[in-house]
């Protein structure tokens, strides 16, 4: 999840929360100058600084949200079909990740390697002290490799159609951000 | 006893207030805007740690910098450990992607950073568990930049993002805009 979507769904909360608050009436009695006075300065400012207060409120509830519990996320491209097809909307869990929790088969949210900002979707096929095989399809001479320390190796289930540790090595695990424990398919 | 059961769930309620207000806002701050964070070890002396284990610096880890992930060869960065992902390490970078670096120490004498990924080191060579170990490092593992040494006072100073110039890349591909030649 990026930090401008989480700007954008703090936004839309606070405004809701903006708008029911300013349905409720307010009674005031007095002089019109000093109810005048009373609604430009108290009014705006004090609505403005408790827009901003709640806009950080739900910014920062959000993103704890997203980093240290999970968050819904879509998945495209092909490399995990026929499990995960294109467009699917997925749940994603964090906790695992954090308490080291993540097992041989599981599928995971990592980072991209060649691409910080983007993300990939895959599954763990070994641990770290695992041996792999770790040849291309296209190659002849089969060749296997140890997993090292601090590192998973990561394949897609479409095997024809993925780039995968087979062709960017293994991943370290400070890359995944989340395993993916539900699907629903969209498509 | 109606009286003093509202003065608990007031009490309570202005706490459940508190919590879920300052909570994910702290834990937000240390985690997208700037931490601190003492450093360990003689791997980055003497820029950092000269006086070895008597006194270890603190060190300002600066997160808004890499939101984007944008650094800057010579500065002094914390990573996610290639090797052991619940510890943090603290290097400088060296080389960015496309460059080519003479390394010390590693299997191969040249090596061309690959897309995606930099080349830090620790300014104690030899004593230093650096890419010259574990090779060039994706940028997805980048923690902070670290900026200032906080503690000891005396050490109070800015972190001058320097690259040793025996350590330059012998060729890069992205010009940075301070030094390079």
């Keep these: ?18 708008i029911n608050n300013n349905n409720k009436k307010s009674g005031d009695q007095g002089p019109w100058w000093q109810s005048l006075h009373r609604t430009m300065l108290r009014g705006i400012l004090g609505k403005t600084f408790r827009l901003v207060g709640y806009t950080i409120q739900y910014a920062c509830i959000a993103h704890c949200a997203f980093e240290y519990v999970g968050g819904v996320v879509m998945c495209s491209g092909p490399s995990m079909e026929p499990t995960i097809q294109n467009s ?22 990592a980072k991209s390697p060649s691409d910080p900002k983007s ?52 991943v370290p695990y400070g890359l995944i951000r989340g395993r993916i424990f539900f699907k629903k398919s969209c498509s | 006893m109606a009286q003093s059961q509202g003065w608990v ?20 701050f240390l985690d997208r805007v700037a931490c ?12 950092l740690n000269p006086g070895g284990s008597q006194s270890s610096d603190v060190v300002l880890l600066n997160h808004w910098k890499v939101r984007k992930f944008e650094v800057q060869r010579g500065d002094i960065v914390s990573l996610v450990s290639p090797k052991n992902p619940e510890q943090k390490i603290i290097k400088r970078v060296i080389a960015l992607e496309g460059d080519i670096v ?30 010259n ?39 890069s591909e992205k010009e940075s805009l301070h030094g390079s030649p």
């Design chain 2, 133 to 171: 170990s574990f090779g060039p490092v994706s940028l997805g593992l980048l923690h902070a930049h670290a900026t200032h040494i906080l503690w000891p006072p005396e050490r109070w100073q800015k972190l001058e993002s320097v690259l040793p110039p025996e350590r330059l890349p012998v060729q």
């Design chain 1, 1 to 18: 999840m990026s930090f401008m979507k989480l700007k954008a769904i703090s936004i839309l909360l606070t405004v809701i929360n903006f």
């Design chain 1, 119 to 170: 993300n990939i979707c895959k599954r763990v096929i070994g641990l770290e002290g695992d041996k792999i095989l770790t040849s291309r399809p296209s190659d002849f001479f089969k060749s296997h490799n140890y997993v090292p320390t601090g590192h998973v190796w990561l394949e897609g289930d479409n095997l024809q159609n993925s780039t995968d540790s087979r062709y960017y090595g293994p």
């Design chain 2, 36 to 47: 601190v964070a003492r450093v360990e070890g003689a791997s980055m002396q003497p820029s």
């Design chain 2, 9 to 28: 769930t007031r009490y309570f309620k202005a706490f459940c207030k508190g919590f879920f207000v300052a909570v994910p806002v702290a834990v937000t």
């Design chain 2, 102 to 131: 003479k390394t010390i120490g590693h299997k191969n004498r040249y090596v061309k950073v690959p897309r995606g990924h930099i080349w830090v080191e620790g300014d104690h060579h030899g004593h230093s568990f650096d890419s």
């Design chain 1, 88 to 109: 699917d909307i997925v749940c994603a869990e964090n906790l695992s990740r954090h308490f080291y929790g993540i097992q041989r088969g599981d599928i995971v949210i």
